[in-house]
């Protein structure tokens, strides 16, 4: 079965950097596009950044383009977010999230992982 | 940006009831090529990551209960739970793909047993 397990969370101050790591297994995932998704506390789904299948394209949230870095390791089956010059609002749980398309963009989220809590604080 | 807006915030039904959610597009989600909408619906339960249950606006995900229904078109969306049941309590969100950067999501509605 589809499985996505986040790394990579915890306590950071402002200004801080931060890699968090998504692990997938139980589907092909070098040919999938991923996501990352953030749900700040008590709030909402915020959708942050995708990558294809073959790291050849990648979307940011205006919001979020100049810090965040998406990438992949399609060997590794694992993606990740370089997250840098970290902000109070950016504590959030962080979701990593498989798109629905087989080597398309589909857009929507299939699977979701359970999620990497950040917290920025000082 | 297309802005997507779910009604209402909350909702408490009771169990066995109808219970039904709607979320409204700033712009038509339908792509006229394929007569699709581009519009999902995910139910996240508490300390859970969110569930896909519906997407292309009604197409029912595998493993989904036949008591949810996903309908409407354009820019007018409603999911719908026919008989609301203790493991449905949930906050729900419908998102749009069909103009992408960036995904939008509604802001989601609660849903309780009354």
């Known amino acids: 079965q589809v499985q996505l397990v986040e790394s990579g969370g915890g306590v950071v101050q402002p200004g801080g950097s931060l890699r968090l790591s998504c692990t997938a297994s139980g589907f092909n995932f070098s040919s999938y596009g991923m996501h990352w998704v953030r749900q700040a506390p008590g709030k909402g789904l915020e959708w942050l950044t995708y990558?294809?299948?073959?790291?050849?394209?990648?979307w940011y949230a205006e919001s979020i383009k100049d810090r965040f870095t998406i990438s992949r390791d399609n060997s590794k089956n694992t993606l990740y977010l370089q997250i840098r010059s970290l902000r109070i609002e950016d504590t959030a749980i962080y979701y990593c999230a498989k798109d629905a398309g087989f080597r398309i963009r589909q857009y929507y989220f299939d699977f979701w992982g359970h999620g990497a809590l950040v917290t920025v604080s000082s | 940006d297309i802005v997507m807006t779910q009604s209402p915030d909350s909702l408490a039904v009771s169990l066995g009831e109808r219970a039904t959610i709607n979320c409204k597009s700033s712009?038509?989600?339908?792509?006229?090529?394929?007569?699709?909408?581009?519009l999902a619906w995910y139910q996240q339960k508490p300390g859970h990551p969110p569930k896909l249950l519906i997407s292309w606006a009604s197409t029912r995900e595998s493993g989904v209960p036949d008591r949810f229904s996903g309908s409407g078109s354009g820019t007018d969306f409603t999911l719908t739970i026919s008989s609301l049941q203790a493991e449905d309590v949930a906050v729900y969100y419908c998102?749009?793909?069909?103009?992408?950067?960036?995904?939008?999501f509604g802001g989601g509605t609660k849903v309780e047993i009354k």
């Open positions: 712009q038509s989600l339908l792509y006229s090529s394929s007569n699709k909408n581009h």
């Open positions: 990558i294809r299948y073959d790291a050849n394209n990648r």
């Open positions: 998102q749009q793909y069909y103009i992408t950067p960036p995904l939008t």
